[in-house]
């Protein structure tokens, strides 16, 4: 989450997307409803407090509580999988509006940078596709598109003086647009002036800004390109381009919306685009959970920053995790790609990635070739202007006192100050695991059916239920030697030795058959072990323990410390092992403390082995040490954890946002790049003038910033009525990027269908304008099983699956109880009325729902909670299933994720549980 769950409370418009908090997070959904009734002031677009907007192919309980609006309650159905689609259109609806955030668009974002002439998108291309990409003929799907991977070179800025993109002249600026004083002739206060741009005429760092600003008022046209720029356009152009194409006809056909309603929808919410309202973005696994999982949530960032919504009190766009610690685990480095505190991975197929080289001159710096010559390098973004903060500058820094709280005697001499040596640096980088590229959970169990990976230790999870297309996965357990899992049950994984890939008693001959030794090692429950959670605000909040955990049940901190002494011990000629050592004195004891395992993530001091006050004070040549940078201030002095801390008074006269309850990475700073909540004061920097004077975030009180900790917007060469920097400090060109240049698929969130998609048979994707294109499915994902896709003449229904508040995640903890069983005693299959009738299938009648992976059989609950789609003319129908079913617990029953497919997103392969194609058929 960019925001807190408490400032939520002060939104003026909530746009509900791939979530039902009002069911899977009941208690988040109070802040809601404080907004719906105008608890902290906001008056929303009528004054009367937020209007509530929900998206969801399912009128679900959120659905219910939506705003009336125009004399139409504000939900909207949408048809699985089409996300891109509805928000491009939203996009599409600001910009021929002109309901954006000018100013904010303008200064804030990358919207004037030029790109380099060689790209191309879609709008362009007229195949669905991005320029520089290459087709993979391993991967041959021809009636759903290519697959393949991206040379991303084109998709980068125009050029580039120390890795920032270089303007080139567009107009003749020594003579064109000024008036007599030099100022802009557009006739507005918008601060261009000669003087100005002259400011910084080695990269002509804002002249992409002002063609922008030209552009925007009707003093330059799209044609009016000088000789120096060629084919070359603005972030912005291809803004216009890509956008363009989701009009409203192509939005509804694709995604099922009632017209009507998402006019609506898309007048209510770009009146946030005003720069004293805030509208935010609230999703969950719904919008994630697809193969163009991390494109939705760009199409949500996009749309965001159009209407200046990022930074400010109410805004962001925020993620609402489905477990307790969900948050903390993703800082903490359990993603595949990442160290703890999002530190980059070392990938062993990356060129240089064997090398740790701190040289002090970086490749890419004028005159040199941008190219990855070592890790460090390459993790290391440039400055690319004096004026911005690059936080991300700081990563040798963060990854030095990692590797000195992972092997602390072995960097610098571990009783003294003495910085540590090139080659210990390197010596200790060696002993870093190197990844083999992509390692997701789908592809950890893809090597396990190859026989690649002979062992798996699964602490809180759940595969045999959880995993996508779990029989297979079921299968892929009976490849491996070993299996430890820690549980507070039995649950299906631990005992898939019993049961066949489908659920049924295996015999004792078939048991014995499987030759993976399963160890099952009893854990204790939250409520009977200490130490801190990390919610969806990024709040970091100590829990006490409660009581003594039953029989043999341990912390799971205690069976690591063994399982970690046990490796050490095992490790003889393995140096990276034998030489791991934790420094604040938690490792070593029979009961680690999960205080001071907070203060080792914390970091210390190599000198005095006192904490590191905060993160800017860790140093690159380890001389401090740090589990999780990000971390570093919770722990600020010997017996302060500020997770303890429940101070729950908030300062009158600025957002809810209670700093002094617990603690919030970064430095206790509640809503990320806070300074974009100021007005911009020219240049890209931010003035001292809160945007929404009603629910400030940061302010100058003549001496200091006050109100949340200001997210670097400080002048560095001191106050003087603004500051010069841009707020969005972890980006090296201190802009938000409208252009994502990272990403797998393309620097735009494009509409691609699911694997499984209902208009595969049209061989079409209709995005531009109906006419279409072959690229049906997104082409940079990596499909297992090209023989397991569903045809929609053959599966015809669309399928997706979801949660209910009786039951927790996989079952496991809660169909062991009778109590919950006996609320919700059945898997079920939610269907519309309409097909219903069509199968002749009645409330509570058994049915069998079969894909091209598998069946399951189900209860069948009929409801007008769902309704038909028109997609493109053709009547479509969508059914949703609970997932919390398997075959231990007091209740079973089959698991929704026999059906789903062994696919995920291109970038981080979350898997695709939200659309797939099944029938439906009455037993």
């Known amino acids: 989450m960019t925001n807190t769950w408490t400032d939520i409370g002060t939104s003026d418009v909530i746009l509900i997307i791939g979530a039902n908090p009002a069911e899977n997070h009941p208690m988040a959904f109070k802040h809601i409803t404080y907004a719906l009734e105008n608890k902290y002031g906001n008056t929303g677009p009528d004054g009367n407090g937020a209007k509530l907007i929900v998206v969801d192919p399912r009128y679900t309980r959120s659905a219910s509580k939506a705003s009336i609006w125009n004399g139409r309650q504000m939900y909207c159905k949408m048809r699985s999988g089409t996300d891109i689609a509805f928000v491009n259109g939203m996009i599409n609806y600001v910009i021929q509006n002109k309901k954006y955030d000018q100013p904010y668009v303008l200064n804030y974002s990358t919207a004037g940078f030029l790109v380099n002439e060689n790209f191309k998108g879609p709008a362009e291309t007229g195949d669905g596709k991005f320029s520089g990409f290459i087709p993979d003929a391993s991967q041959p799907v021809p009636t759903l598109g290519q697959i393949g991977k991206y040379d991303k070179s084109s998709w980068n800025y125009a050029t580039f003086v120390s890795s920032h993109p270089k303007a080139f002249k567009a107009v003749n600026i020594a003579t064109d647009f000024w008036d007599a ?54 972030v912005w152009e291809h803004v216009l381009l890509h956008y363009a194409r989701y009009d409203k006809n192509t939005v509804i056909n694709l995604t099922g919306a009632d017209p009507l309603v998402y006019d609506d929808i898309c007048e209510l919410f770009s009146i946030t685009g005003q720069s004293d309202k805030a509208g935010t973005i609230l999703y969950a696994m719904g919008t994630t959970q697809h193969t163009v999982g991390v494109q939705n949530v760009r199409a949500y960032s996009t749309l965001q920053i159009l209407l200046g919504n990022m930074g400010k009190s109410g805004g962001g766009i925020n993620a609402q995790r489905g477990e307790s610690n969900v948050q903390g685990s993703t800082d903490h480095g359990l993603l595949f790609h990442i160290l703890p505190g999002y530190l980059a991975q070392p990938d062993a197929t990356i060129p240089g990635d064997a090398y740790f080289d701190r040289t002090d001159t970086l490749i890419g710096e004028p005159g040199h070739p941008l190219q990855p010559a070592s890790y460090i390098k390459r993790c290391t973004p440039f400055t690319a202007h004096q004026n911005e903060l690059n936080w991300w500058k700081n990563f040798p820094k963060y990854i030095v006192s990692l590797m000195k709280c992972y092997w602390w005697n072995a960097l610098g001499s571990p009783t003294s100050n003495d910085p540590a040596t090139p080659e210990q640096l390197q010596a200790v980088y060696d002993w870093i695991p190197k990844i083999p590229g992509h390692c997701s959970h789908i592809q950890i169990f893809e090597d396990m059916l190859a026989g690649t990976i002979k062992g798996l230790i699964a602490f809180g999870t759940n595969p045999a239920v959880g995993g996508p297309n779990s029989i297979r996965e079921r299968e892929a357990l009976r490849k491996l030697d070993w299996l430890v899992i820690s549980e507070l049950w039995e649950n299906e994984t631990a005992s898939f030795w019993r049961y066949s890939t489908t659920g049924e008693p295996l015999t004792s001959e078939q048991m014995a058959a499987i030759q993976t030794e399963v160890f099952l090692l009893p854990a204790a429950a939250h409520m009977e072990k200490d130490g801190h959670v ?75 082995l006192t904490p590191v006050a905060k993160f800017a004070d860790l140093q690159p040549d380890g001389r401090t040490s740090s589990a999780c940078w990000i971390y570093c201030g919770m722990y600020p002095s010997l017996g302060t954890n500020l997770s303890k801390r429940r101070i729950n008074t908030q300062a009158p006269g600025m957002a809810p946002i209670y700093s002094q309850w617990s603690w919030a990475w970064p430095v206790n700073r509640r809503i990320i790049y806070n300074g974009a909540s100021l007005l911009p004061c020219g240049w890209g920097g931010v003035s001292d003038t809160p945007a929404d004077q009603h629910h400030p975030v940061i302010w100058w009180n003549e001496s200091a910033w006050v109100g949340d900790v200001h997210d670097g917007v400080a002048n560095p060469h001191g106050y003087d009525g603004h500051s010069e920097r841009s707020p969005f400090i972890m980006r090296n060109e201190g802009h938000a990027r409208l252009h994502g240049m990272g990403m797998a698929e393309g620097p735009y969130p494009e509409h691609y269908e699911p694997l499984d998609t209902p208009i595969g048979h049209r061989g079409k994707n209709p995005v531009p304008y109906g006419a279409g294109h072959s690229q049906l499915i997104n082409p940079c994902i990596k499909i297992y099983e090209p023989n397991k896709v569903g045809d929609p003449r053959n599966y015809p229904i669309i399928g997706t699956t979801y949660r209910v508040s009786e039951h927790w995640q996989a079952g496991a903890a809660t169909r062991h109880l009778p109590w919950l069983c006996e609320l919700m005693p059945d898997v079920v299959v939610e269907m519309s009325m309409e097909l219903a009738r069509s199968k002749g299938i009645n409330n509570g009648d058994w049915v069998r729902i079969e894909t091209m992976r598998g069946y399951m059989n189900a209860r069948a609950l009929v409801t007008n909670r769902f309704k038909t789609f028109r997609i493109f003319g053709e009547t479509r129908h969508e059914v949703g299933i609970w997932w919390h079913w398997g075959y231990k617990g007091i209740k079973t029953g089959h698991s929704a994720n026999r059906l789903t497919p062994h696919v995920g997103d291109a970038n981080t392969r979350i898997p695709e549980y939200k659309a797939f194609l099944c029938r439906i058929e009455k037993l």
């Open 181 to 234: 004083s030099g100022n802009c002739s557009c006739g507005t206060s918008c601060g261009f002036s000669k003087d100005t741009l002259s400011l910084d005429p080695a990269s002509q760092y804002y002249i992409g800004k002002f063609r922008q600003h030209l552009l925007e008022v009707g003093l330059l046209n799209t044609t009016d390109l000088g000789p120096n720029v060629a084919n070359q356009r603005t």
């Open 534 to 608: 990390v919610n969806s605000s990024r709040w970091a909040q100590f829990r006490y323990k409660a009581v003594e955990p039953p029989g043999d049940a341990e912390h799971e901190i205690k069976m690591i410390n063994r399982i970690f002494d046990a490796c050490k011990a095992a490790g003889a000629n393995d140096y990276g092992m034998t030489h791991l050592t934790l420094g604040s004195g938690w490792y070593g004891t029979d009961d680690p403390s999960a205080d001071l395992l907070d203060l080792e993530i914390n970091g210390l001091k190599a000198s005095d």
